[in-house]
């Protein structure tokens, strides 16, 4: 590998931004806890290029807000998938994009598009892990700058930017010292209640790391950052440099990246990974090859590492030639799902090996320049497809999508080691035009008129269409053809199966939507079910949990659109439960005594939970854990004895998230249900049907 740029540019610049909303698991588009339509900092975590209205809050755990409290804000829960591709973990990943997607011969689009779901993940620890304070001793340090969290203030992280003096001169005890007093101020500086994504340390190395000169650039003059030269800060989209949380912009704006994207030296305790590629759908599925062969999931990627003298363990260069040119180390760097610290040699790395039909595990040093041999779980290639076909212009449904909107359905990653994980998940939505090749213009098309290069496209260009009369000009910025928008989820948890879970399909039944109507909301969505319509087999699993937050309340500033948080209950409340009805062009819910499904349906997490306590638990939101005690419900939380007061007739008391159970049926039969807060008929309808197939079907 003399030279990355040719193989990279192939696949990079079908990578675009516009607008873009994940709706399932919940996106937050940078929101925190806004009690505002609009949200107060679009630069908190990360890029979306979206309208600041769109986005919901993290969740909480109670009927109050969570405040400045980090132990009461609700990270959602799911189930890992099993070692074997039958034990899977099924997640609805459901979103609306502005400006179109999909197409074939019969429904041509006008635009190129694709869409890459992918998670990031670290162990979850202890809950004592979580990091309090702002205490400079290493394990204070080591906390707030490795552990991801939502965090309680808006702000987004600080930052102190490198100067030539860390890279001038032949004296690396100067440079050194330079650079370490920087970092540790960085460091140092990272705030507990602020949200942490990626770490400064990653996007201090997108900082040091020379762009990529191979890119198109259209017109667009990138300048020089502090180190004078134009580092990875900036790009087409973002050529002026700006920050967002610790997100890099070149890897941001372009898939597959040519650079491992790794958070930070490999620590076992935390195992911060990657960015793990969960999904790719597009309008070409001639693509697919393209990812396969791009993805960092099984590819190692590579980096300049510089000399041993050297404190910083990033460089500025990106090509194999320049990299060892100026000492430094061409070293490939492999991704990981987790490493299996249990496992001390390779036989017992087999062991684990044997028994996952899922990853790839691999005794193998994590990068090409250590002899340190670990049990390494890669995650398998990502999910590839042809993208649901929604029209442009057009926050709404798909026709490939039965009415509902885009989604994808991906599987749960699995985890050998039985570790708990808090992960994020983003979602790239990248368009192009056509006006220029999108996998053969490269740099040598970039505007240079002192060398007769005009670029395919440029800003604001005027064109004559009639000999003598005047010429028309053309709305076009060539920072936006070719655009990348995104969205993230909030903190989530992925815990690992119980014994009884094994063998067993998942389904995850969620809630999408925040409080208000769908002006109010938008370009958000109201309540509903993901999925809405579901069939399973009765051999498989029902997971159905929820959450929401006590701070919609879709105040001022309303941004472009309009506040107000109209619905039933408390205002800026979301609240949900979970009853039976007869058909589901009713309205009424059954009384629990001519109910079917409680009498179809178990616990695996609590068998000893009865029917009635599962119709209590889902109805109250889990204000009421059940109707007696049982492992799980504790005295004081059901029915019959509960010190509590009474449990508000529209849910203001109730919980906003509730992890529910996992429940599995005795028998088939049909389930319709709703949300009795919010399924107010000519307004907004909560209301789902679940098919459960006979076993022999």
């Given at each position: 590998?003399?030279?990355?740029?040719?193989?990279?540019?192939?696949?990079?610049?079908?990578?675009?931004?516009?607008?873009?909303?994940?709706?399932?698991?919940?996106?937050?588009?940078?929101?925190?806890?806004?009690?505002?339509?609009?949200?107060?900092?679009?630069?908190?975590?990360?890029?979306?290029?979206?309208?600041?209205?769109?986005?919901?809050?993290?969740?909480?755990?109670?009927?109050?807000?969570?405040?400045?409290?980090?132990?009461?804000?609700?990270?959602?829960?799911?189930?890992?998938?099993?070692?074997?591709?039958?034990?899977?973990?099924?997640?609805?990943?459901?979103?609306?994009?502005?400006?179109?997607?999909?197409?074939?011969?019969?429904?041509?689009?006008?635009?190129?598009?694709?869409?890459?779901?992918?998670?990031?993940?670290?162990?979850?620890?202890?809950?004592?892990?979580?990091?309090?304070?702002?205490?400079?001793?290493?394990?204070?340090?080591?906390?707030?700058?490795?552990?991801?969290?939502?965090?309680?203030?808006?702000?987004?992280?600080?930052?102190?930017?490198?100067?030539?003096?860390?890279?001038?001169?032949?004296?690396?005890?100067?440079?050194?010292?330079?650079?370490?007093?920087?970092?540790?101020?960085?460091?140092?500086?990272?705030k507990t209640v602020r949200g942490l994504q990626e770490t400064v340390w990653w996007y201090d190395m997108c900082r040091y790391r020379e762009a990529n000169g191979g890119l198109y650039r259209a017109d667009q003059n990138l300048g020089k950052g502090s180190l004078?030269?134009?580092?990875?800060?900036?790009?087409?989209?973002?050529?002026?440099?700006?920050?967002r949380g610790y997100e890099c912009p070149e890897e941001r704006d372009h898939y597959p990246y040519w650079q491992p994207t790794h958070q930070s030296d490999y620590v076992a305790a935390s195992q911060r990974t990657p960015w793990i590629d969960m999904a790719f759908?597009?309008?070409?599925?001639?693509?697919?090859?393209?990812?396969?062969?791009?993805?960092?999931?099984?590819?190692?990627?590579?980096?300049?590492?510089?000399?041993?003298?050297?404190?910083?363990?990033?460089?500025?260069?990106?090509?194999?030639?320049?990299?060892?040119?100026?000492?430094?180390?061409?070293?490939?760097?492999?991704?990981?799902?987790?490493?299996?610290?249990?496992?001390?040699?390779?036989?017992?790395?087999?062991?684990?090996?044997?028994?996952?039909?899922?990853?790839?595990?691999?005794?193998?040093?994590?990068?090409?320049?250590?002899?340190?041999?670990?049990?390494?779980?890669?995650?398998?290639?990502?999910?590839?497809?042809?993208?649901?076909?929604?029209?442009?212009?057009?926050?709404?449904?798909?026709?490939?999508?039965?009415?509902?909107?885009?989604?994808?359905?991906?599987?749960?990653?699995?985890?050998?080691?039985?570790?708990?994980?808090?992960?994020?998940?983003?979602?790239?939505?990248?368009?192009?035009?056509?006006?220029?090749?999108?996998?053969?213009?490269?740099?040598?098309?970039?505007?240079?008129?002192?060398?007769?290069?005009?670029?395919?496209?440029?800003?604001?260009?005027?064109?004559?269409?009639?000999?003598?009369?005047?010429?028309?000009?053309?709305?076009?910025?060539?920072?936006?053809?070719?655009?990348?928008?995104?969205?993230?989820?909030?903190?989530?948890?992925?815990?690992?199966?119980?014994?009884?879970?094994?063998?067993?399909?998942?389904?995850?039944?969620?809630?999408?939507?925040?409080?208000?109507?769908?002006?109010?909301?938008?370009?958000?969505?109201?309540?509903?079910?993901?999925?809405?319509?579901?069939?399973?087999?009765?051999?498989?699993?029902?997971?159905?949990?929820?959450?929401?937050?006590?701070?919609?309340?879709?105040?001022?500033?309303?941004?472009?659109?309009?506040?107000?948080?109209?619905?039933?209950?408390?205002?800026?409340?979301?609240?949900?439960?979970?009853?039976?009805?007869?058909?589901?062009?009713?309205?009424?819910?059954?009384?629990?005594?001519?109910?079917?499904?409680?009498?179809?349906?178990?616990?695996?997490?609590?068998?000893?939970?009865?029917?009635?306590?599962?119709?209590?638990?889902?109805?109250?939101?889990?204000?009421?854990?059940?109707?007696?005690?049982?492992?799980?419900?504790?005295?004081?939380?059901?029915?019959?004895?509960?010190?509590?007061?009474?449990?508000?007739?529209?849910?203001?008391?109730?919980?906003?998230?509730?992890?529910?159970?996992?429940?599995?049926?005795?028998?088939?039969?049909?389930?319709?249900?709703?949300?009795?807060?919010?399924?107010?008929?000519?307004?907004?309808?909560?209301?789902?049907?679940?098919?459960?197939?006979?076993?022999?079907?």
């Amino acid at each position: 590998m003399s030279c990355v740029l040719p193989v990279l540019l192939v696949v990079l610049l079908s990578c675009v931004h516009g607008d873009v909303y994940m709706s399932n698991p919940r996106g937050s588009n940078n929101r925190l806890n806004e009690q505002s339509a609009a949200r107060k900092n679009g630069n908190r975590l990360f890029d979306s290029q979206n309208n600041a209205r769109g986005g919901y809050n993290t969740g909480d755990a109670t009927s109050g807000a969570a405040g400045n409290d980090p132990t009461k804000q609700y990270a959602f829960q799911y189930y890992a998938s099993g070692p074997t591709k039958a034990e899977q973990s099924k997640l609805i990943v459901e979103w609306t994009n502005q400006h179109g997607c999909g197409g074939n011969p019969d429904s041509p689009h006008k635009t190129n598009c694709n869409l890459v779901v992918q998670m990031m993940c670290m162990s979850q620890g202890d809950e004592d892990d979580y990091p309090t304070g702002q205490g400079n001793d290493a394990t204070s340090m080591y906390e707030r700058n490795t552990y991801m969290r939502d965090g309680t203030d808006r702000n987004t992280q600080d930052y102190n930017q490198p100067n030539k003096n860390e890279i001038t001169g032949d004296d690396w005890n100067t440079k050194n010292t330079n650079y370490n007093n920087r970092m540790n101020g960085n460091y140092q500086n990272v705030k507990t209640v602020r949200g942490l994504q990626e770490t400064v340390w990653w996007y201090d190395m997108c900082r040091y790391r020379e762009a990529n000169g191979g890119l198109y650039r259209a017109d667009q003059n990138l300048g020089k950052g502090s180190l004078g030269y134009i580092g990875s800060e900036r790009t087409r989209q973002n050529n002026d440099g700006n920050r967002r949380g610790y997100e890099c912009p070149e890897e941001r704006d372009h898939y597959p990246y040519w650079q491992p994207t790794h958070q930070s030296d490999y620590v076992a305790a935390s195992q911060r990974t990657p960015w793990i590629d969960m999904a790719f759908v597009s309008g070409n599925s001639t693509d697919c090859d393209r990812v396969e062969k791009g993805t960092e999931n099984q590819n190692g990627k590579y980096r300049c590492v510089p000399p041993a003298e050297s404190t910083r363990r990033y460089d500025r260069w990106i090509t194999e030639d320049s990299c060892t040119e100026n000492g430094g180390s061409w070293v490939m760097f492999h991704s990981f799902l987790e490493v299996i610290e249990a496992a001390g040699d390779e036989g017992e790395c087999n062991n684990y090996k044997n028994k996952d039909k899922r990853n790839t595990i691999t005794w193998m040093p994590l990068r090409s320049d250590s002899t340190e041999k670990k049990c390494v779980v890669q995650a398998p290639a990502p999910k590839c497809g042809q993208a649901p076909w929604t029209r442009v212009n057009h926050l709404g449904n798909s026709i490939d999508t039965n009415g509902n909107a885009s989604r994808v359905e991906i599987d749960m990653p699995y985890f050998p080691s039985g570790i708990e994980k808090r992960c994020v998940m983003r979602l790239r939505y990248n368009i192009t035009t056509d006006e220029f090749d999108n996998y053969g213009t490269d740099h040598t098309d970039n505007e240079d008129q002192d060398n007769g290069v005009i670029s395919p496209v440029e800003d604001n260009p005027y064109i004559d269409i009639a000999g003598e009369a005047r010429p028309l000009r053309l709305a076009m910025n060539t920072n936006q053809f070719g655009r990348t928008f995104q969205d993230r989820t909030h903190v989530f948890k992925i815990l690992p199966r119980t014994s009884a879970m094994e063998g067993k399909v998942i389904n995850n039944l969620n809630v999408r939507g925040k409080r208000g109507n769908i002006v109010q909301t938008f370009p958000a969505v109201e309540y509903d079910f993901v999925p809405n319509k579901l069939t399973i087999g009765q051999e498989e699993l029902l997971h159905i949990q929820w959450t929401g937050s006590n701070t919609h309340n879709n105040g001022n500033s309303g941004g472009d659109g309009q506040t107000g948080d109209a619905g039933d209950g408390t205002g800026g409340t979301d609240r949900h439960n979970f009853l039976q009805m007869v058909r589901s062009d009713l309205n009424f819910p059954s009384p629990y005594e001519n109910t079917t499904f409680w009498d179809m349906v178990e616990s695996v997490n609590y068998p000893e939970a009865t029917s009635l306590d599962l119709a209590v638990g889902y109805a109250t939101s889990g204000y009421y854990c059940g109707y007696k005690n049982y492992g799980g419900c504790a005295a004081g939380n059901h029915v019959s004895d509960s010190t509590k007061g009474a449990l508000n007739q529209q849910l203001n008391n109730a919980p906003a998230s509730y992890f529910g159970h996992v429940l599995k049926f005795k028998k088939a039969g049909t389930c319709v249900y709703m949300a009795s807060r919010n399924n107010n008929f000519t307004n907004r309808s909560q209301k789902g049907v679940l098919w459960v197939k006979p076993k022999s079907e």
